[in-house]
């Protein structure tokens, strides 16, 4: 194992299932490299706590550049830690000083229960998308590509919300855990198409019905979510569905 | 040679361009009040497998979707950047069906089915047609149409992207493909659960053995017919671009059930990855190959050179790709562009403080993008700063995320400086054995996408992996399945307490209580660093008799090593990674040694094999194709004990030739 300089402690979230309370458990993390990505951290800690015998802690993640949307820590009271822009994995050593004490909990909402320790789950977003995230449109059903003329700005804005990773960062940084980003890029990226123009009405209708379902908050335009996304998903997005939500509503 | 009476590719009768119109018409159907009584299940969520999935619900067929992330949309098609091909020719350069057929035989070194290759280029454009209706905003040009860009190995622009992250907008058109269809009850999903046995009954594969991976408890789901979309075996050299999940498991199952496993030595080794930065590294990124649209690669041209690569004037730099390879330049395919860096770095030239560096450098086309922008603004007499600055915010729009990650994990500006990048493990072209169907040599059990062996031969062109794994999923597996499911529609479900879901069930049970019990002294992932350093050092970019000889030998005792001293911690009935990865590991550790043995076997190079005996003069991989023109598919007999097979390629419509990109 590579050495580094870097000696840190950690306050880590310990939950052995959903059913079980958990707890803060404090770990060092010592000789860490500042090149290190924050989950090869987690990776070193976890090595050593095997080779002594102990339980390592139970993290998410999976593709590690950042655009699978699986790693979810909440760091230092952040979602995906201090940085803008990026994911955990993305997060790296040299964005922490020497001697810090680093808090790491797992998203908090009732909408994503705990697994264990650091893993949540959030199956509460694929029930979203079932319920209206689509097109209705079968296999073998399309025409020609360019017979859909789209105005390059109107597809670089569903472009943009269609970035999201579904990663859950928004829900974890609302102080009511709203889903409300999540649902509008999805929403948006649809309305903005000529593709999504016919289920337009029933796709915001059902997919704000389940997210409410669910158990997520309201919405109070604090602007946590689009601070901490990891892709910047804008809080344009929320006013479009707002927008969308009563046409829908009042037609 | 003539191909193994075990191995029937059914490859339909007639002439190339009609082979698959005229199978279409004639392939046995399934009738709708049939299909609504047949079950199939599907392992993997990626884009094989949730295209098949959401297109087979469309049909009427019971699906069951089973993938070891915690939702369908993380596999690991998500991560693929550069784009998808089709012959659309839409840019008027030339393209067509025939091109891209030609274009991918010969990528693939002349080690692929000429009939399957050609049905993919058939279907390349209905992809962009299916995927552009879901709403996958595909880049687009100011008129509204779609905008294409090149990629390696061709001479037209037909790859379509979207930005950077062209995987995950064509894989989240095929999730919400599929959530559509979980919605509507016509296919049940069980995410967090992988796939540890296969079922068979009477020869046939009837269903598989799951394990949830939050309770830890087993379970056994019946189909009429299997379907592996697991993806590639990338992770046996432990540092790679896939995701730390993916894995052999559910093929090397299938394998040891029966399934042949083809070509497993082709390993794609991908050129632009951000190289190693020490040993905590658990993966490496890459940085999309249409990078190498714009970006020209080079070393200095004086050994051991410590300047910055800023301070080497250009005439002091080798751009070896466009040195070499002047009619493909930069855009040589992966396996070229790969050997033709290590060969500079192990001659010295190379970069950074491990010297296994080579410059991607995009000052040039910078600049050039710039003054192209101050025409298109009518700027007069632009400043040198004025049109490096316009230039870089061209490069941005296309690139802007890649260059985003490269400083987020490196630290440097690529905008500034060239970017740094070493060759990677990305793709494996082997995988199972299937014919024309997409059926493995087990009936009932088919494979498709990365985890079949079937498009690229022994090298992929790039963006031509998301093109195969749609091909497979919307728009071949639907009616070949007919074939095999027609004969079925007599089978009844059959219950899972059958006697062949009880032994397959207690033998996972036996293979978790034998993990947990070992209680040794040592991390999965001290065996799993290990398997990937031999294989790496002795099967990766270059091979040899000897290297793959002691590979073999290393392998075989690093796995009793494994089977005796590897610590799992924690309990089987929960949620335990260090499980699920010691399982995974332990499959590695196996196919490992059969790559070896592939690899050995094959006395000639060929796209991503590049066994050192077997050059030419100038250092170009050299084909043997009176003794090698074969599929190598090999049967599993008892551990250590592999029987190879040989189904013989027949060229009838491309004049098989040295391949040349000078």
């Known amino acids: 194992m590579s050495q580094g300089n870097m000696n840190l402690t950690l306050k880590v979230w310990k939950q052995k299932n959903k059913n079980e309370k958990g707890r803060f458990e404090t770990f060092d993390a010592k000789g860490i490299s500042p090149d290190m990505s924050f989950l090869e951290m987690f990776d070193v800690v976890n090595e050593r706590l095997i080779s002594s015998g102990k339980e390592p802690i139970a993290f998410d993640h999976d593709c590690r550049e950042g655009i699978c949307g699986m790693c979810s820590m909440y760091i230092n009271g952040r979602p995906h830690g201090p940085k803008q822009g990026v994911t955990t994995c993305q997060l790296h050593m040299r964005s922490?000083?020497?001697?810090?004490?680093?808090?790491?909990?797992?998203?908090?909402?009732?909408?994503?229960?705990?697994?264990?320790?650091?893993?949540?789950?959030?199956?509460?977003?694929?029930?979203?998308?079932?319920?209206?995230?689509?097109?209705?449109?079968?296999?073998?059903?399309?025409?020609?590509?360019?017979?859909?003329?789209?105005?390059?700005?109107?597809?670089?804005?569903?472009?943009?919300?269609?970035?999201?990773?579904?990663?859950?960062?928004?829900v974890a940084a609302c102080k009511n855990s709203s889903a409300m980003l999540f649902v509008s890029a999805k929403v948006s990226q649809l309305a903005l198409l000529p593709q999504g123009q016919f289920e337009k009405k029933e796709r915001v209708l059902n997919m704000v019905k389940q997210m409410d379902e669910e158990g997520f908050g309201n919405c109070t335009n604090t602007g946590a979510c689009e601070a901490e996304c990891p892709k910047s998903i804008s809080l344009e997005n929320i006013a479009r569905m707002n927008r969308e939500y009563l046409k829908a509503s009042f037609s | 040679m003539a191909s193994s009476s075990k191995l029937n590719a059914k490859i339909p009768e007639g002439t190339l361009e009609q082979k698959w119109t005229k199978y279409r018409s004639n392939v046995h159907?399934?009738?709708?009040?049939?299909?609504?009584?047949?079950?199939?299940?599907?392992?993997?969520?990626?884009?094989?497998?949730?295209?098949?999935?959401?297109?087979?619900?469309?049909?009427?067929?019971?699906?069951?979707?089973?993938?070891?992330?915690?939702?369908?949309?993380?596999?690991?098609?998500?991560?693929?950047?550069?784009?998808?091909?089709?012959a659309k020719n839409y840019q008027n350069d030339g393209d067509s069906v025939y091109r891209l057929f030609y274009d991918t035989i010969k990528g693939g070194d002349y080690r692929a089915r000429e009939a399957n290759v050609h049905r993919?280029?058939?279907?390349?454009?209905?992809?962009?047609?299916?995927?552009?209706?879901?709403?996958?905003?595909?880049?687009?040009?100011?008129?509204?149409?779609?905008?294409?860009?090149?990629?390696?190995?061709?001479?037209?622009?037909?790859?379509?992207?979207?930005?950077?992250?062209?995987?995950?907008?064509?894989?989240?058109?095929?999730?919400?493909?599929?959530?559509?269809?979980?919605?509507m009850g016509a296919v049940k999903l069980f995410a967090r659960h992988e796939m540890m046995e296969v079922v068979k009954i009477d020869g046939k594969a009837r269903g598989i053995i799951a394990r949830d991976l939050i309770t830890g408890k087993l379970e056994r789901h019946f189909g009429h017919a299997v379907l592996l979309c697991t993806g590639g075996y990338g992770n046996v050299f432990y540092l790679s671009t896939n995701a730390m999940g993916c894995n052999v498991t559910a093929a090397w199952k299938a394998h040891k059930n029966g399934a042949f496993f083809g070509n497993p030595c082709y390993t794609q080794i991908h050129p632009t990855c951000i190289p190693v930065s020490g040993d905590h590294q658990s993966k490496l990124t890459l940085m999309s190959e249409s990078l190498r649209n714009d970006g020209r690669i080079w070393t200095s041209k004086i050994q051991n050179d410590a300047r910055k690569p800023n301070d080497i004037p250009d005439e002091e730099r080798d751009y070896f790709l466009e040195r070499r390879y002047p009619a493909f330049g930069n855009l040589v395919p992966r396996d070229v562009a790969s050997r033709a860096a290590k060969e500079r770095c192990d001659a010295g030239f190379g970069s950074g403080a491990s010297k296994m560096a080579v410059y991607l450098d995009f000052a040039a086309n910078t600049e050039r993008y710039?003054?192209?922008?101050?025409?298109?603004?009518?700027?007069?007499?632009?400043?040198?700063?004025?049109?490096?600055?316009?230039?870089?915010?061209?490069?941005?729009?296309?690139?802007?995320?890649?260059?985003?990650?490269?400083?987020?994990?490196?630290?440097?500006?690529?905008?500034?400086?060239?970017?740094?990048?070493?060759?990677?493990?990305?793709?494996?072209?082997?995988?199972?054995?299937?014919?024309?169907?997409?059926?493995?040599?087990?009936?009932?059990?088919?494979?498709?996408?990365?985890?079949?062996?079937?498009?690229?031969?022994?090298?992929?062109?790039?963006?031509?992996?998301?093109?195969?794994?749609?091909?497979?999923?919307?728009?071949?597996?639907?009616?070949?399945?007919?074939?095999?499911?027609?004969?079925?529609?007599?089978?009844?479900?059959i219950s899972?307490?059958?006697?062949?879901?009880?032994?397959?069930?207690?033998?996972?049970?036996?293979?978790?209580?034998?993990?947990?019990?070992?209680?040794?002294?040592?991390?999965?992932?001290?065996?799993?660093?290990?398997?990937?350093?031999?294989?790496?050092?002795?099967?990766?970019?270059?091979?040899?008799?000897?290297?793959?000889?002691?590979?073999?030998?290393?392998?075989?005792?690093?796995?009793?090593?494994?089977?005796?001293?590897?610590?799992?911690?924690?309990?089987?009935?929960?949620?335990?990674?260090?499980?699920?990865?010691?399982?995974?590991?332990?499959?590695?550790?196996?196919?490992?040694?059969?790559?070896?043995?592939?690899?050995?076997?094959?006395?000639?190079?060929?796209?991503?094999?590049?066994?050192?005996?077997?050059?030419?003069?100038e250092g170009e991989a050299l084909r043997d194709d009176k003794n090698y023109a074969y599929v190598a598919a090999w049967e599993y007999k008892n551990e250590s004990d592999f029987k190879l097979h040989k189904e013989e390629l027949n060229y009838e419509n491309i004049k098989i030739a040295q391949r040349s990109y000078k």
């Open chain 2, 496 to 617: 899972t307490d059958n006697e062949a879901f009880l032994i397959a069930e207690a033998k996972v049970q036996d293979h978790i209580h034998k993990l947990m019990n070992i209680k040794g002294s040592k991390p999965v992932d001290h065996f799993h660093k290990r398997l990937g350093k031999i294989m790496w050092e002795k099967c990766g970019m270059a091979r040899n008799k000897e290297g793959l000889n002691w590979a073999i030998s290393e392998i075989t005792s690093l796995r009793k090593e494994f089977w005796s001293d590897v610590c799992v911690p924690g309990e089987a009935n929960e949620f335990n990674p260090e499980l699920e990865k010691a399982s995974r590991v332990a499959d590695f550790l196996e196919l490992g040694e059969l790559m070896c043995i592939d690899a050995l076997d094959r006395k000639e190079s060929c796209g991503g094999h590049f066994r050192e005996e077997y050059q030419t003069e």
């Open chain 2, 370 to 493: 710039g003054k192209i922008e101050t025409t298109k603004h009518n700027l007069h007499n632009p400043s040198k700063e004025e049109i490096i600055r316009l230039g870089k915010a061209v490069i941005k729009e296309k690139y802007g995320n890649l260059f985003d990650m490269y400083k987020q994990i490196t630290g440097e500006d690529p905008y500034e400086v060239p970017m740094r990048i070493y060759p990677a493990v990305h793709y494996t072209m082997g995988g199972l054995w299937v014919d024309y169907n997409l059926m493995t040599t087990v009936p009932g059990l088919f494979a498709l996408g990365e985890a079949n062996f079937s498009d690229h031969g022994a090298n992929r062109l790039g963006a031509s992996a998301l093109m195969q794994g749609l091909a497979d999923g919307y728009f071949v597996i639907p009616y070949t399945i007919g074939d095999y499911l027609s004969e079925e529609i007599r089978t009844k479900t």
């Open chain 1, 96 to 170: 922490f000083k020497d001697g810090d004490t680093i808090v790491v909990e797992p998203w908090r909402s009732a909408a994503f229960p705990v697994i264990k320790d650091l893993a949540v789950n959030r199956s509460s977003f694929d029930r979203i998308i079932a319920s209206g995230g689509f097109v209705s449109v079968n296999t073998g059903n399309a025409k020609d590509a360019n017979n859909i003329l789209i105005p390059k700005h109107d597809a670089d804005d569903a472009f943009n919300a269609a970035a999201c990773i579904g990663c859950g960062a928004c």
């Open chain 2, 120 to 183: 993919l280029a058939e279907i390349s454009g209905s992809i962009i047609d299916q995927c552009g209706a879901q709403g996958v905003p595909f880049a687009r040009e100011y008129g509204g149409t779609l905008s294409n860009r090149s990629f390696g190995g061709t001479q037209v622009q037909r790859t379509f992207y979207a930005a950077g992250q062209t995987g995950q907008q064509l894989l989240l058109g095929a999730y919400s493909a599929l959530q559509r269809q979980i919605g």
């Open chain 2, 29 to 86: 159907l399934v009738n709708p009040a049939n299909k609504r009584s047949l079950e199939i299940i599907v392992v993997g969520s990626g884009l094989a497998g949730s295209s098949a999935a959401a297109s087979l619900a469309e049909m009427g067929y019971k699906v069951k979707v089973f993938c070891f992330q915690d939702s369908p949309r993380r596999a690991h098609s998500i991560a693929a950047q550069g784009g998808i091909n089709a």
